[in-house]
C-alpha cells in the first residue's frame, strides 16, 4: 500500500503496545513510532482516542484505532502477508478466546498481585496460578498457541510471562511454577527468544526499575 500513512502511538512499558509493534514487525509493515508521556498526555493522543485516553492508538490514513486486540484484528485483515489468524474459524474462535481470557483473567490477578498486601495478596497469588494454569492447557501440545508458527493468541499473550516474572521478583511470589507449569514456561521462553519478538522488548532492567516505583506509588496509596 504505497503512499499509505501508519503511525503507532504507545509508551515503551505498555505490553499492550507491545503487541501491537510485534504484530507490524512479524508482517514487514513500515510505521512511524510516536513515544507517548502518560503522565502528561498529548494532545494527539487525545485526538485520536478521546473515549479511553490511553495507548496503544494506531493511526492508518488519518484514520484511529483504539485497543490492542482490535488493533491486532486490523493489521491482521489489512495486511495479508504473514497471517496471524488462522482462516479455520474453530481456531480462530480458540485464539479469541485465550486472547480475552489473559486480559479478562489473568491480568486482574496478577495486577492484584503486584498490588494488594497480605490476605488479599496470597488471595489474589492463588487466582492469578489457577487462571495462568488453565492458560497453558491452551497451547495442547503445540509449540505455540498458533500451532508450529506464533499467531495471533502467541502475540497477544507473550508479553505476560515477562512481566509475571518481574511482578515475582518484586512481591517475591511465585506464580508460574517451573514444574506445575512446565509446559507454560517452555513457551514462555521459546516465544521470547524469537529475534523478532526479542528486538522489541523493552529492556528488563529499565522495566524492573520502572514497575518498582509503580509498585510503590500502589502500595503506598493503600496504606
Given amino acids: 500500500m504505497a503512499g499509505e500513512s501508519l503511525t503507532l502511538i504507545g509508551f515503551w512499558g505498555s505490553p499492550f503496545a507491545l503487541r501491537v509493534k510485534w504484530a507490524l514487525e512479524l ?4 510505521y512511524q513510532y510516536v513515544e507517548e508521556d502518560l503522565s502528561n498526555k498529548s494532545a494527539m493522543l487525545l485526538q485520536y482516542n478521546p473515549v479511553y485516553k490511553k495507548v496503544p492508538v494506531l493511526v492508518h490514513d488519518g484514520k484511529p484505532l483504539a485497543e490492542s486486540l482490535v488493533i491486532l484484528e486490523y493489521i491482521d485483515e489489512t495486511w495479508e502477508q504473514n497471517p496471524l489468524l488462522s482462516h479455520d474459524p474453530y481456531e480462530k474462535a480458540k485464539a479469541r478466546f485465550w486472547s480475552r481470557f489473559v486480559d479478562e483473567k489473568c491480568v486482574p490477578a496478577v495486577m492484584a498481585t503486584f498490588s494488594k498486601g497480605g490476605e488479599e495478596q496470597q488471595k489474589a497469588a492463588q487466582e492469578a496460578r489457577e487462571n495462568l494454569k488453565t492458560l497453558e492447557g491452551g497451547i495442547e501440545g503445540k509449540r505455540y498457541f498458533g500451532g508450529e508458527n506464533i499467531g495471533f493468541a502467541d502475540i497477544a499473550i507473550g508479553w505476560l510471562g515477562y512481566w509475571v516474572r518481574i511482578v515475582e521478583e518484586i512481591v517475591g511470589i511465585n506464580l508460574i511454577d517451573k514444574e506445575l507449569m512446565a509446559k507454560l514456561d517452555a513457551w514462555i521462553d521459546d516465544f521470547l527468544e524469537l529475534p523478532v ?9 529499565k522495566l524492573l526499575n520502572h514497575n518498582k516505583a509503580f509498585h510503590k506509588l500502589l502500595t503506598s496509596s493503600s496504606t
Avoid: A, Q, S, V
Wanted: charge should be positive; charged fraction near 45%; proline fraction near 15%.
Fill in 197 to 205: 519478538i526479542k528486538e522489541c522488548m523493552p529492556p528488563r532492567d
Fill in 27 to 30: 508482517k514487514g509493515i513500515r
